[in-house]
């Protein structure tokens, strides 16, 4: 069985964007998952943040829904919270730009690699 990857500050920035506003802009799951997670890994981890998100009352636009199954225990709540909460004071277009510059390099870093 393969070892779980953990997120990084960049995935959780763009899965705090898909949370806030929905995947499409960012071109999609594929596009977040920058470290080859699991199938289903970044979808759980944006329905995690949207679960917190409603929780601490922060309006968001996205058609994402929250966790409603025993995953979304008390115990299992705002992992990550300390990088996606100031992410949720920022505008919408701050978060973009931050996030098409996370994109940008990850496909030079890519390419760089061959």
């Given at each position: 069985?393969?070892?779980?990857?953990?997120?990084?500050?960049?995935?959780?920035?763009?899965?705090?964007?898909?949370?806030?506003?929905?995947?499409?802009?960012?071109?999609?799951?594929?596009a977040?998952?920058?470290?080859?997670?699991?199938?289903?890994?970044?979808?759980?981890?944006?329905?995690?943040?949207?679960?917190?998100?409603?929780?601490?009352?922060?309006?968001?636009?996205?058609?994402?829904?929250?966790?409603?199954?025993?995953?979304?225990?008390?115990?299992?709540?705002?992992?990550?919270?300390?990088?996606?909460?100031?992410?949720?004071?920022?505008?919408?277009?701050?978060l973009?730009?931050?996030?098409?510059?996370?994109?940008?390099?990850?496909?030079?870093?890519?390419?760089?690699?061959?």
């Amino acid at each position: 069985m393969p070892s779980k990857v953990e997120f990084t500050e960049e995935e959780y920035v763009l899965c705090t964007y898909a949370a806030l506003y929905g995947d499409e802009e960012l071109g999609g799951l594929v596009a977040i998952n920058l470290n080859k997670h699991a199938a289903n890994a970044v979808k759980i981890k944006i329905c995690n943040i949207v679960t917190d998100m409603d929780e601490q009352s922060i309006p968001r636009a996205s058609k994402w829904n929250p966790l409603t199954s025993s995953t979304a225990s008390a115990n299992a709540r705002l992992v990550g919270w300390e990088i996606v909460e100031p992410l949720t004071q920022i505008t919408r277009d701050e978060l973009l730009k931050r996030c098409v510059r996370i994109r940008q390099e990850n496909i030079a870093k890519k390419f760089a690699a061959l």
